[in-house]
C-alpha cells in the first residue's frame, strides 16, 4: 500500500545535519501512512551509507549525482509515492506535530500548497548580533491559520501532488542560485493554485556555524533583495513596469539605508546589522540582473575538479 505522504529531504555534504533532521520526520506523530525520501545530491555520495544506516522501512535512500538544489528536489519527487507531498530541509528539524498541522489546514482550507513557520534555533551564541541572526533565518509572518495571498520558500511546506504543474516541476536553471521553489510557487500562482498557513506547524531552523556571519547573510540578503525583480522578469509575462518600480524602489532604500547603515556603523550600534541588511536589499532590487546573481548551490560548490568529473558523468550517461 502506499502511503499517503512523501517527506522529501535533500542534503548536500551534511549528513549529521540530514539524519537530524529525518529523525525528526521519522517522529512525527501523525495517523497519515508517511515515507521519508532522503536525497544525497554530493556526486561522490557522501550521505548514502550514513542515511541507509537509519535501518526504518519508511526511508528510502536515493543518490541524485548532479548537484543542484532543482536537481533534487525533482530526484526526491521522482522517488516519492505519496499523493501528498512534504519538503523539509536537512538543517530544520520538526517537531512530532508538524506534519499533523500541515495535513489539518490543508484539509480544511482545500489548499494546494500550506506553509508553516520557521523559527531559529543557533548552535551557539554569537559573539554578535545574536538579535539579528535570530531574525534573518527565521520565518514568522502575522498570518491568521488558512488562506494566504502570498508564498514562501520550500523548506517546510506541504503540497498537493495533483497540483503540481509537471511530474519534474523545479527549474534547473536555478540549480545554482535558488529559487526554484519561487518560480514554482509563482507559476502555481499564475493558475489558480490555493496557498494556506499553518501557524502550528512550524519547524527549528539550525543553521550550520559558517552561515551566522554577516558575510554569508548579507549575501543571502542581497539574493533576497533581487527577488522582487527577478519575479516580474520570470513570470508568466514579463512585467517591465514592475521591474522598474522594484528599482525605483531598491534605489530609495539603498540611499535612505546606506546612509543610515554608516552611521550605524561609525557609532557601533547593536542593531546595526539590521540597517546593513536593508541596505544589501536595496542594492539587490537595483542590481537584479541575472548575470550577477550569487550563487549558493550545485556546482558553484564543487571544485574545479569535482565540475568536470561531472561534466564527464553527465555526457557518458
Not at 547593536?270 to 548575470?291: H, S
Request: charged content about 25%; overall charge neutral.
Amino acid at each position: 500500500m502506499s502511503p499517503t505522504v512523501s517527506i522529501i529531504i535533500p542534503t548536500f555534504r551534511r549528513p549529521d545535519r540530514a539524519i537530524e533532521a529525518a529523525r525528526s520526520a521519522l517522529a512525527q506523530a501523525c495517523d497519515a501512512s508517511f515515507e521519508l525520501v532522503l536525497v544525497d545530491n554530493d556526486p561522490a555520495g557522501s550521505a548514502l551509507e550514513p542515511l541507509r544506516a537509519l535501518s526504518d522501512q519508511r526511508v528510502v535512500v536515493i543518490h541524485e549525482p548532479c548537484a543542484g538544489i532543482a536537481n533534487a528536489r525533482n530526484a526526491g519527487l521522482r522517488a516519492a509515492r505519496g499523493e501528498i507531498i512534504a519538503f523539509l530541509d536537512d538543517d530544520e528539524i520538526a517537531p512530532s506535530d508538524w506534519l499533523t498541522e500541515l495535513l489539518r489546514v490543508q484539509r480544511e482550507g482545500r489548499a494546494d500548497v500550506v506553509f508553516g513557520p520557521v523559527r531559529t534555533k543557533l548552535a551557539a551564541k554569537p559573539r554578535a548580533h545574536e538579535a539579528y541572526f535570530s531574525a534573518f533565518f527565521a520565518r514568522e509572518p502575522d498570518h491568521a491559520e488558512g488562506v494566504i495571498d502570498i508564498f514562501y520558500g520550500c523548506g517546510c511546506s506541504l503540497v498537493r501532488r495533483s497540483a503540481l504543474p509537471s511530474a519534474e516541476p523545479f527549474s534547473i536553471e536555478r540549480n545554482e542560485i535558488g529559487g526554484e521553489d519561487d518560480l514554482l510557487f509563482q507559476a502555481m500562482e499564475a493558475a489558480g493554485a490555493r496557498f494556506a498557513w499553518a501557524p502550528n506547524a512550524f519547524v527549528w531552523e539550525t543553521p550550520e556555524p559558517s552561515r551566522v556571519t554577516l558575510a554569508y547573510t548579507l549575501r543571502r540578503a542581497f539574493a533576497y533583495g533581487q527577488g522582487p525583480a527577478t519575479k516580474a522578469w520570470t513570470g508568466p509575462k514579463r512585467d517591465l513596469s514592475a521591474i522598474a518600480f522594484w528599482m525605483a524602489i531598491g534605489a530609495g532604500q539603498t540611499v535612505v539605508y546606506g546612509a543610515v547603515a554608516f552611521g550605524c556603523f561609525l557609532a557601533k550600534t547593536e542593531g546595526r546589522a539590521f540597517a546593513y541588511r536593508r541596505f544589501v536589499e536595496g542594492l539587490g532590487k537595483v542590481l537584479w540582473f541575472p548575470a550577477i546573481k550569487p550563487r549558493f548551490y550545485g556546482a558553484a560548490k564543487l571544485t574545479k575538479s569535482e565540475r568536470a568529473a561531472e561534466a564527464q558523468a553527465v555526457l557518458a550517461a
